[in-house]
């Protein structure tokens, strides 16, 4: 196990909720002392995100674990993909899912909301393309269509919003350790009144959750004992 797990604490309670510390100093120098090419084993961690969403690696990009992955008995997606750390970053920050697909491309244009847990509200998710009159926001899910190295296009959750950039959680794109709390930082710029965010690759856009009202909630206590006494036993 690297070092700088040993400061990586998860502890499952007797609510059975997760109390997530990370030493992202530990982190930094952990990374810079390994060598940068050497990939994390499958199953891995390789960052956390959003103070409690841990981030696995894939081994690789073309291996393909056809592992389910539930938590509390809900359905998040196959280990460790990008579309399974998505759809945990939902469940996690919003007590919300989205409904599967084929790939992660076809979030773009099949996925229109996203459900909460307990009562099943859908809150819709509003397009925005790149190229967009608006700049990217926060907590937002970034989709790739299918292209090269792409061929089921790709998904990343927006964590942070900066000046000229944005930081993004992911799985199954890079296979290192993150330097912090986000996967990659992204530039994004302002031309002809438009905003860009200007990755390698081509980008759809980003999809934003319509919650004006601010009711969707981290997980916590109530709503998982809500969730175990209604999914755990079916």
Known sequence: ????????????????EYSIKLSYL??????????????????SIVGVASSNVIAY??????????ENH???GIYMGLKWQCVEYARRWTFFRKSSIFESVVGANDIWNQITYIERIIDKEKFPLKKHFNGSPNPPINE?????????????GHISV????????IRIAEQNFYFTYWKDNYAREIPFVYKNGLYYIEDEY?????????DSKEQLKPLNKLTIEKIQMKYENM
């Open 26 to 43: 530990q982190l930094v120098k952990e990374r810079q002392s390994s060598n940068k090419n050497k990939l994390v084993p499958y199953n």
């Open 158 to 165: 927006i964590v942070d919003v900066l000046k000229n950039s």
């Open 1 to 16: 196990m690297s070092s700088w797990l040993s400061n990586l604490t998860i502890k499952l309670s007797q609510s059975n």
């Open 70 to 72: 539930y938590i509390y």
């Open 202 to 210: 081509e980008i759809y856009g980003w999809l934003e959750i319509d």
């Open 57 to 66: 690696s894939n081994g690789n990009d073309t291996y393909y674990s056809n």
């Open 140 to 152: 937002t899910y970034l989709i790739y269509p299918i292209q090269k190295d792409m061929p089921y």
